[in-house]
């Protein structure tokens, strides 16, 4: 036999011919793929590396050494790539390295099979060390995720920022957002970055309140942050059962049903909170001298004795007030109060979730004034009718689909007017048939009289919005600090990322806002506003998506979402809805900043906002495709009511319009469920408050209850994952916040944005903490309800947590 043929392998084994056979059929996929995205006028990479798999997959087949080392250089050239796109960013490094990696241990392992005897293990040795390097390089890389980019505090103002609001933290919790300025700034400081390590759990209360049927099906998101009062903690349930317990121990002090029926039960079956309020001059053995007040998701205002539980008999019938009265026909679920009510000079305003995505012709989004003690109609707000000062006339309804407010009011008592984060018009994503007055108050936040319900000011952050950017957050009231002294001001952030300071008493804004070209494309072009207003004090928005940001944890993924992003309609941020195609919406509508909000504090001058980073994947859907393809039908009609798995349902019909619309919040790929940008997905920052400058940036959340086909990976990794829920930040310099997917509630450090201590919740932490006092001993507590949406488990544990004795 020749030489030749001993040093030349020619052992066609079967191993190798499977691992040939791998490679070829990911090959294929990707020359494919690649050859559609470089049609689209993409990245060449996939179709380069797609022929070369190939070539190195029937190399193999055939038995050829050669095939192992035309794999090795498709691999480099992968890495090469990846570094010339992504530097050492390690998520966007990880569909150029991490499966092209995984693939590359078991073809090095060919070597041994297809060499000559003497190179047998050398070879394949030297090259798994090269692999082992690489993974070192890019372990280093993620790593780098975890730090913060820090920057200095500012230093300290000198006098304590004061709050507008009557009601202040102090040892107490007495307002969904520490006082109806929504600082959520609790002055305690016995909780520091020194001792945070050591806090422990001091008691877990369980509500009760579960689904019925199989949580895993059902809609609940129990989002309550609860009031400390006095010796007395106040909650809601995720169907709105009134809770009072004992702030030190957890023990039920009462319990009050208003027996609302699952058939009214949204997106979600969630209470944030309630609010408290005591009768000035009122005896305190008086019956409702102090009370407890809710909203239902049935839309009913509730009033309940805080000392007993039982229903003030003074306040409507029998302790209800039903706010739906005057809206015409309104369907189960259709209306529903998820927010908890603010009270300014006596009077309860409210607004209400309207159901979106269902019908032009949904129930109006008027804002109503009750009295707190009797529950007296004072005054509502119909934009397209504001000479109705009460109930409409005979025969008359509140002008229906009109923009709402189903988020949280903040409010100054001194000035006598609620700050209201408004909504949209119904039916989001098409405008051609909304009034002028819809037009001028939509996603607006708008300052109302609160003694005669009438607007004083209005500031617009998106004009004629089809994005669904509306207001979701409550704005913080401070006194900002200026060279002329301090300004009655509020800061407002937007889903779309941007920050707003505005003066409080006339909406002039502080800093410069700027009016810049926005596309006028889409099924409305006409009616697209050429210019949108964008904040230069902060935003959280990120640059404009480019194809280098569609992400996988493969090539293949990677490759699927760069052919969407390049299909679809995308011109930077307000791309207006298209029908033909997809349109890319970023930031979507989760934000930027949603009902969580942000946290000040108002001695260090330091504003802390977690947000979100993901776009969504829409299209319109001419209204004979939605109905061939089975769209439902509006809530309460036939086939109707099925909300998808979005938040506004992934399909939802738009009843009354030319279009339905087709969602894909997040961006999702179908099979794994992994999402198309690159991470982080959600963030967290703290700001200067003086200058809107970063002090400090992360992302915020890790991966270990996320992965493929919905498989938590359990990887500790801070990938920075979707949240909802708000942060508090104490005079101790902590803040504390849940809201991500991870199931954790961490304390950070203020100063340097780092985690110092974290404990696992029971379920999901989609809800905004409270701190507050008892005998000297500082509490923290966070509402663990979970939320669908969120894809967090379920439950409904409230936990409180304090420093051991």
């Avoid at 019908?359 to 004072?378: C, L, M, N, W, Y």
């Avoid at 407002?492 to 596309?519: M, W």
């Avoid at 408050?689 to 990794?717: E, H, K, Q, V, Y």
Wanted: hydrophobic content about 40%.
């Amino acid at each position: 036999m020749p030489q030749s043929d001993v040093l030349r392998p020619r052992n066609r084994s079967l191993l190798a011919m499977v691992v040939g056979a791998l490679l070829v059929l990911a090959g294929l996929v990707l020359a494919i793929g690649g050859t559609w995205l470089v049609f689209l006028g993409g990245s060449p990479f996939y179709l380069l590396a797609g022929v070369g798999l190939t070539v190195a997959g029937v190399l193999l087949i055939r038995g050829r050494v050669l095939g192992v080392w035309v794999y090795v250089a498709t691999f480099l050239l992968s890495l090469v790539w990846g570094l010339a796109e992504a530097g050492t960013d390690g998520w966007g490094l990880i569909p150029f390295v991490a499966g092209p990696a995984i693939l590359l241990i078991p073809t090095l392992l060919m070597l041994p099979i297809l060499q000559p005897e003497r190179w047998r293990w050398r070879m394949p040795l030297g090259a798994i060390g090269v692999v082992f390097a690489v993974l070192v390089i890019a372990g280093f890389t993620l790593s780098r995720i975890n730090q913060p980019e820090s920057g200095a505090l500012p230093a300290m103002i000198a006098s304590t920022i004061a709050d507008p609001s009557p009601l202040r933290p102090g040892t107490d919790w007495p307002a969904y957002g520490g006082s109806y300025a929504a600082q959520r700034y609790s002055p305690l400081g016995q909780i520091t970055p020194g001792n945070v390590g050591r806090l422990e759990r001091a008691w877990v209360y369980h509500t009760g309140d579960m689904p019925k049927r199989d949580p895993k099906e059902s809609k609940y998101g129990a989002e309550t942050t609860p009031l400390k009062v006095g010796d007395t903690l106040y909650l809601c349930s995720a169907t709105n059962i009134l809770i009072a317990l004992d702030p030190e121990t957890g023990k039920q002090r009462w319990r009050y049903d208003p027996q609302v029926s699952d058939a009214y039960i949204p997106y979600t079956a969630a209470c944030r909170g309630v609010a408290y309020h005591a009768t000035p001059g009122a005896a305190p053995d008086t019956a409702c001298a102090a009370r407890i007040l809710e909203g239902t998701l049935d839309g009913r205002l509730i009033a309940v004795d805080a000392r007993t539980g039982r229903p003030c008999a003074d306040f409507g019938t029998n302790g209800a007030v039903d706010i739906k009265r005057g809206m015409g026909q309104v369907e189960p679920g259709m209306v529903s109060i998820t927010s908890p009510p603010t009270i300014v000079r006596g009077v309860i305003v409210t607004g209400h979730q309207v159901l979106d995505g269902q019908k032009r012709s949904a129930p109006s989004g008027v804002i109503q004034g009750f009295d707190v003690v009797t529950g007296a109609k004072r005054w509502a707000w119909d934009m397209v009718n504001p000479q109705w000062t009460g109930d409409p006339p005979a025969g008359r309804e509140y002008a229906r689909g009109t923009p709402n407010m189903w988020t949280i009011a903040s409010g100054d008592e001194a000035l006598g007017l609620v700050y209201l984060p408004m909504g949209n018009s119904a039916v989001d994503y098409w405008s051609g048939s909304r009034s002028p007055q819809e037009n001028a108050f939509s996603t607006s936040l708008v300052a109302l009289d609160v003694t005669t319900g009438h607007p004083r000011w209005r500031f617009q952050t998106v004009r004629r919005d089809v994005w669904d950017y509306d207001l979701g957050a409550q704005a913080t009231l401070i006194d900002f600090p200026s060279a002329a002294g301090a300004v009655p001001a509020l800061v407002l952030p937007s889903k779309q990322g941007d920050i707003y300071v505005l003066d409080r008493r006339t909406g002039r804004p502080l800093f410069p806002v700027q009016e810049r070209a926005v596309p006028r494309t889409g099924v409305e072009p006409q009616l697209r506003s050429p210019t949108q207003p964008f904040s230069s004090y902060h935003t959280l928005a990120f640059p404009q998506l480019e194809e280098r940001d569609m992400w996988g944890m493969s090539p293949i993924d990677q490759m699927i979402c760069r052919i969407q992003f390049k299909r679809a309609e995308y011109r930077g941020p307000y791309t207006p809805p298209t029908a033909h195609k997809r349109f890319v919406e970023y930031p979507g509508y989760n934000g930027g900043t949603d009902w969580g909000g942000i946290a000040i504090d108002p001695v260090r001058g330091v504003i802390v906002a977690n947000y979100n980073d993901m776009p969504n994947y829409n299209r319109l859907v001419p209204r004979e495709e939605a109905e061939a393809e089975g769209f439902p039908a509006p809530r309460g009609e036939a086939r109707g009511g099925d909300m998808g798995e979005g938040g506004h349902g992934s399909r939802d019909p738009q009843a009354g319009t030319p279009y339905a619309i087709s969602v894909n919040p997040g961006w999702r790929l179908p099979l794994t469920g992994l999402l198309c940008k690159r991470p982080p997905y959600g963030g967290i920052r703290a700001i200067d408050l003086r200058t809107g400058r970063t002090i400090w940036d992360r992302p915020f959340g890790t991966a270990r209850r996320n992965g493929p086909w919905g498989i938590p990976s359990m990887l500790p990794i801070n990938i920075g994952t979707p949240n909802n829920g708000g942060a508090v930040v104490t005079a101790g310099g902590v803040v504390f916040i849940a809201a991500a997917t991870d199931n954790l509630i961490r304390a950070i450090d203020l100063r340097t944005g780092k985690t110092l201590w974290h404990d696992t919740l029971p379920a999901g932490g989609q809800a905004t903490p409270a701190v507050y006092e008892v005998n000297g001993k500082q509490y923290l507590v966070i509402m663990a309800g979970g939320h669908h949406f969120m894809e967090t488990p379920i439950g409904d544990a409230l936990v409180a947590y304090a420093l051991p004795d």
